[in-house]
């Protein structure tokens, strides 16, 4: 029986599944990394060691279902979005450690961008808001500081790709050097509308496009890997970033349906159809994978979500285990008037503050941790229903439903309490690792595994939804406490 094998790198992890001609998850194999963090507000990682832990988590995924890597029908990566590694044409060996989305080193060159006359311009061909959050100033900041590198770009001998190109090259041997138009779309650097490579953007980044992968659709075969990699040559044929991926996950297809991820960060996604899409309210205006034609996306993004449950773990030691602290928050009635704002790296949309930072405040005497846990949790809710809220406004229509996915979304008290928030009801899928899910989708589709978007449509089924259970006066108390403790981290 012949199967799809996904590449999920994340921010944390590198993960492969495998995946039947039902779209139902057979096998999954994770390798946690590391980040690393050289100086405040720097976020770095070894692109290498992404590199070799992925191949193990893909091979190790094979083995669990596959008698032969011959019985893998096609290849489909998702990857974190807007990381940046730049390496050596001939060697393959990069020039400095991976610059991760959450790295906000060049924020203060952004914040002059975005005073500049290039502005309007930026924002207008790339619909994006001018942040450290994207691509194409990392680029710049490593050509500007590693030595001679940006002559070296300008003579054809330094690649630049986000992690799914970085894969791929790797995976064929360095005989493709491509990325799709969904991330693509999250560099900076690209056209939203025509979906190619801007010169006028190249000019103000100092980016030469020798540089610069081919940008190719979702889905669609790109190349083989090498088959000494994973056993067999097998089809390189979806790719999308991992936002874009769970959309896909989602079956979210068709305009006005939507999702939010609940990862390292939180994004909301709104499907918008085949025209670009003009936020009113500091969303971001992104290509959806497509399997035939333009797609849009309007995007909200939280740079810290589950990071902030991490954050309890690893930094605070209030909890052993990312688990502790649905139960932890359910032995309170109430957050108690504790707010946790986790602005680590400043606040994502619709507020786009890289000065803002964390804070945790109302504490009093009677205050503990399971407090400052559950208030942590909440902030996630809360920050997705301000980016929620940002959407309805830029649609004009309420949201029928929120579909939910991701880590976090295995917490039943963040669920109900993200459900009361928003006054709207919570569906999460009986598969929430919806990334991985997607990037099968485009790569099964492409080669004839799946019929198409019918069939996968069709696939989606849920596993528990939840109904908001407040009333209207609570919600309204909740949210603005919330945006009093917002305020201050911008003070």
Not at 15 to 24: I, N
Not at 41 to 50: K, L, M, N, T
Not at 198 to 224: Q, T, W, Y
Not at 227 to 245: K, Y
């Amino acid at each position: 029986m012949p199967f799809v094998l996904s590449l999920d790198e994340g921010t944390t992890s590198a993960r492969a599944a495998v995946y039947d001609r039902q779209g139902r998850r057979i096998a999954m194999s994770t390798r946690a990394f590391n980040c690393q963090y050289p100086q405040p507000g720097w976020v770095e990682q070894d692109a290498e060691e992404i590199w070799r832990l992925q191949i193990e988590a893909a091979r190790e995924a094979i083995a669990q279902v596959c008698t032969t890597p011959n019985e893998i029908a096609a290849l489909g990566i998702t990857n974190q979005r807007e990381t940046v590694v730049v390496w050596d044409k001939v060697t393959g060996k990069p020039i400095a450690p991976a610059i991760v989305w959450q790295c906000r080193r060049t924020a203060q060159y952004c914040t002059t961008l975005a005073q500049s006359s290039d502005a309007k311009l930026i924002e207008e061909r790339s619909g994006l808001v001018i942040d450290a959050y994207f691509s194409a100033s990392k680029i710049r900041w490593l050509l500007h500081n590693v030595h001679n590198s940006a002559q070296r770009a300008a003579n054809g001998e330094l690649l630049f790709g986000n992690i799914d190109t970085w894969l791929i090259w790797n995976l064929t041997g360095g005989r493709c050097h491509v990325t799709d138009v969904t991330n693509a779309s999250r560099t900076m650097l690209m056209d939203l509308e025509s979906g190619d490579w801007d010169d006028h953007l190249l000019r103000i980044f100092e980016i030469p496009r020798a540089m610069l992968p081919k940008i190719v659709p979702s889905s669609g075969i790109v190349g083989e890997t090498d088959a000494a990699i994973l056993g067999a040559a097998i089809p390189i044929s979806g790719i999308a970033g991992d936002q874009q991926a769970a959309l896909a996950g989602q079956a979210c297809f068709r305009p006005g349906l939507s999702k939010n991820t609940y990862g390292t960060g939180c994004f909301a996604l709104l499907h918008s159809g085949a025209k670009p899409p003009h936020s009113r309210n500091r969303l971001l205006a992104t290509r959806a994978a497509s399997m035939g034609g333009k797609a849009f996306a309007v995007e909200g993004s939280v740079f810290v979500a589950g990071a902030a449950v991490q954050w309890l773990r690893d930094q605070l030691g209030l909890i052993a285990t990312a688990g502790e602290s649905e139960q932890m928050a359910e032995s309170l009635p109430d957050n108690g008037g504790v707010y946790v704002v986790p602005a680590f790296v400043g606040l994502g949309a619709p507020h786009w503050d890289s000065n803002a930072r964390g804070l945790v405040c109302g504490l009093t005497r009677g205050a503990g941790k399971a407090h400052i846990v559950r208030a942590a949790l909440e902030s996630i809710a809360f920050q997705t229903r301000d980016l929620v809220s940002a959407m309805e406004s830029d649609s004009g229509e309420p949201l029928k439903e929120l579909r939910v996915d991701g880590g976090a979304s295995m917490n039943n008290f963040l669920m109900q309490f993200q459900a009361d928030l928003l006054g709207r009801p919570i569906v999460r899928p009986t598969d929430s690792e919806t990334t991985a899910l997607g990037a099968a989708y485009l790569a099964g589709v492409a080669t004839g595994f799946f019929s198409g978007q019918q069939e996968l449509e069709s696939f989606w089924q849920a596993d528990r939804r939840w109904e908001p259970a407040i009333s209207e006066d609570h919600r309204k108390q909740l949210i603005a406490e919330w945006n009093q403790a917002v305020a201050r981290t911008r003070a």
